[in-house]
């Protein structure tokens, strides 16, 4: 429980001092698939909308798994890098919720590989997010390592 504790206060942290970044700017839209692994709750397998506005920094994903459940993450990037000319990286902290059964909520630590094909505009993402939850339905403490694959373009 210490360690939930000291990760929580970490994420908290980082998100208070970071600055969001990312290549292309203003508004995005998009689609991932995601795999969820985990000691609990949480959607297995999803297919998730991706949103991110200019005017509050943060990168949305809504997404239902085959049983309809629902999962929202919510993302702050605190650093962005560039690899090559069409490789970039980007590393945050986030949370996310699944409802209605699992009724779930936690923080991660989203980590991606972005690939810049076409310009500025369309982005191919590569995500992993090592995340730590609390299961409300049933209860319990969860471990994670979300994952997932993607488009989004860039407005």
């Given at each position: 429980m210490r360690k939930a504790a000291v990760f929580v206060l970490i994420?908290?942290?980082?998100?208070?001092?970071?600055?969001?970044?990312?290549?292309?700017?203003?508004w995005a839209a998009g689609i991932e698939g995601s795999l969820n692994?985990?000691?609990?709750?949480g959607l297995p397998v999803a297919a998730m909308f991706t949103l991110h506005t200019p005017q509050f920094p943060v990168m949305f994903g809504f997404g239902a798994d085959v049983a309809l459940n629902i999962g929202i993450t919510a993302d702050y990037w605190l650093a962005?890098?560039?690899?090559?000319?069409?490789?970039?990286?980007?590393?945050?902290?986030?949370a996310y919720a699944v409802l209605?059964?699992?009724?779930?909520?936690?923080?991660?630590?989203p980590?991606?590989?972005?690939?810049?094909?076409?310009?500025?505009?369309?982005?191919?993402?590569?995500?992993?997010?090592?995340?730590?939850?609390?299961?409300?339905?049933?209860?319990?403490?969860?471990?994670h390592l979300q994952a997932a694959i993607g488009l989004r373009y860039w407005f």
């Open positions: 994420a908290l942290l980082a998100a208070a001092t970071g600055v969001f970044a990312e290549k292309g700017g203003g692994i985990s000691t609990g709750s962005h890098g560039t690899l090559t000319n069409i490789f970039d990286w980007y590393a945050g902290v986030g209605p059964t699992p009724l779930a909520i936690g923080a991660r630590i980590v991606g590989l972005q690939s810049w094909p076409f310009g500025q505009k369309l982005e191919v993402f590569l995500e992993g997010a090592p995340a730590i939850g609390i299961s409300l339905i049933p209860t319990g403490f969860d471990w």
